[in-house]
């Protein structure tokens, strides 16, 4: 009897609910903001889902140009502890201020503690709109 | 050296006498006449503490305000692994938790359990009897559905009837300026703070003074005092399993009930109270206007005080249960009345209100369907509101769903809605949408339409359709031209149009549509390929006639 509250409680407690798929693409902005080969921060809202609350959200995206028709998309939190970096224009690398994490414009990681390269979003252009889908961290697996 | 078991239960001993407490409890002297029907304490016993377990689960996925209750709970019932089972197993343990209390109440009135000197056993029994129903009470608003809304309406209304402390009643459960926020936090409040630390100490003290008197002897025993375990103990445990059994059938198979999110301004919903309060609902029915605390206050608590002062009343010695026909002829009345009334209140609950019917035939085909209206399930498509709302019956998900929203709502009531939904139902946790308003008529038309049988037509519309008629609503066709019967007659009606012309005519036709009809007023319309390609296949695919139109 013990076992029949417990193995239910044990998996409402400790799996993770089914998530309903949302629209996962939503358009960033459009590449006639952005300059070649210079991080931008765009910001866009998208319809995220916070347990039982569905919330219309900030979210932002460093985005480079790398070419007239290529768009890389960095999630903004350091790859660390999850900080918000910023894009320093005189050293021109990415530095995350809370344990001085440095990345270069390419994501890769330069110098401090952070794991791996910045997360990237992916990218889908249509015409000249930057559209964003779930952020991709190590080994691809949505985040 | 001594085992390590015998070590650390020495050890316990000493230190809590834990081991003597349970050898006395178990080898306690119960009369030879103890048998099955002395189980149904211990099943309400172990009814509260599983309640206490799958509501202390239920509140770690609960958020405690109105609105979001109702968001929380859905997401417990829909996205929560074993969250619909949980919450079925508090919502029916309550029942169940109530047939048990009642049972073990009228077991220990039958046999005269309660004379001397188990009084205060009796009386702190009905105690938690009354605390058992605050549970039911409190609990039934905590969904924040429509039934837990008006139900808690008509209740706290009844509570502020009551004589000169009325008025103090209902600012104590915060309801005198109506059920909302305060009263939600006070129900709640009670539901998981007051009512199980005062039901934990009525407990106590109840089992406290069986130990300390026993269970009650027949008047005549016929053998000498057997020890509860191991016969009286596994006859408890049976009954208790065989409860669980019956728990998790009905949380399994029965699915509980959750309305949609509670709307104040719902004029159409009838409240109904849970089955176990249907007796004094149907009472009410009795006392008619002014007289209505009479059946609503003074009877119920006369009913509580006579129950309370049972003991008091009868202090006859004690006698074999064929000879007590009295306590016999109360129950059997008592049955028989609550069954009646229950039954009466079930008989006479109204069907869901009706709304207007719709005055239009109901659609098979979307061919049939109006252009604003298959328009409109192209914009419940773009606004993605198939990802909390289904169109048929059935399992809801994370919104209502919309079948019989039309006959509910009214299109103001929807366009309010859409544009600010959280201002005409508060705690919706619906966004905003972002249609302009013809587009929002579109939808409330689209919603207006549907009922639990058509949502078919809609969703076998080809996507051409869908489009095809977005356009012609978004461009105002309709302002010159007839589709199926509705619109205005300045120009030709568009059924039959296929037959009528070409389609590359048609196409031209848009570009300049004086020079393939001269002296048409239509102005030129320029859409690119694909729009075109959408709204000439729509055109062409309507039925050669317009079905009948509205009277």
Known sequence: MGLAFAVPAAIYLCFPPRSRKTPDWVQAGDLTQLDLGQPQ?????????????????KATAWCVKTSDRDVIAFSPWCTHLGCAYHWDEQK???????????????????????????????VKLENNAVWLGPVRGPGGTAL | MKPFKQVLGEWLEQRTGAGTAIRNLLYEDIPASAGWRQVFGGVALFLFLAQGFTGILLALNYAATPGDAFNSLTYIITEVP????????????????????????????????????????????????????????????????NRAYWGTVVTTQIAGQAPVLGPYVERLLGSDGGVGVVTFARFFGLHVLVLPAFTALLIMLHVHLVCRHGVAPAPEETGPPKTFFPGQAWKDVTAVFAACVILFMMALFVQAPLDRLA????????????????????????????????????????????????????????????????????????????ASLTAAAVKTAPQAAQGPKASLPPAADWRQLLPAE?????????ENC??????????????????????????????????????????????????????????????L???????????????????????????????????????????????????RHPRKWVEKHFADPAALSPGSIMPPFKFSPRDMDALVSYLFSLPETPRPGPK
Not at chain 1, 94 to 102: D, E, K
Not at chain 2, 267 to 293: A, C, M, Q, V
Request: hydrophobic share 40%; with cysteine; net charge positive.
């Open chain 1, 41 to 57: 921060q765009l910001t866009f809202r998208r319809t995220g889902t916070d347990g039982w609350k569905i919330a219309a959200e």
């Open chain 1, 92 to 122: 021109k690398q990415f530095l995350c201020p809370c344990h001085g994490s440095v990345f270069g414009i390419d994501g890769k990681v330069l110098a401090g503690p952070a794991p791996r390269s910045l997360d990237r979003y992916e």
């Open chain 2, 82 to 145: 074993a969250g619909r089972l949980i919450r079925g197993l508090h919502h029916w343990g309550a029942s169940i938790m109530i047939v048990a209390v009642v049972l073990h109440m009228t077991q220990v009135f039958l046999y005269g359990a309660y004379k001397k000197p188990r009084e205060v056993t009796w009386m702190a029994g009905t105690l938690l009897l009354l605390l058992t129903l605050g549970f039911g009470l409190t609990g039934y608003l905590l969904p924040w559905d």
């Open chain 2, 263 to 338: 709307d104040p301004t719902d004029t159409g919903y009838i409240p109904r109270p849970d089955w176990y309060f249907l007796f004094l609902f149907e009472t009410l029915k009795f006392f008619p206007g002014p007289l209505e605390p009479v059946g609503s206050i003074l009877l119920p608590t006369l009913a509580v005080a006579a129950l309370f002062l049972v003991p008091f009343v009868d202090r006859r010695q004690a006698t074999r249960l064929t000879q007590r026909t009295v306590a016999l002829g109360v129950v059997v009345l008592a049955a028989v009345g609550w």
């Open chain 2, 374 to 382: 298959l328009a409109g399930y192209g914009y419940f498509q773009q």
């Open chain 2, 386 to 447: 198939s990802l909390c709302h289904n169109l048929s019956e059935g399992p809801t998900k994370r919104g209502p769903n919309l079948a019989t929203v039309g006959t509910r709502k009214s299109a103001t009531w929807m366009i309010a809605h859409f544009k600010n939904p959280s201002q005409v139902i508060p705690g919706s946790n619906m966004p905003p949408t972002d249609l302009n308003d013809s587009q929002l008529n579109a939808l409330a038309g689209f919603l």
């Open chain 2, 449 to 499: 339409r549907l009922t639990p049988s058509n949502a078919g037509a809609w969703t076998a519309a080809p996507p051409f359709a869908v489009k095809g008629a977005q356009i012609y609503d978004a461009k105002g066709c309709g302002k010159c031209h007839k589709v199926n019967g509705v619109g205005m007659e300045l120009g030709p009606p568009l059924n039959g149009v296929s037959s």
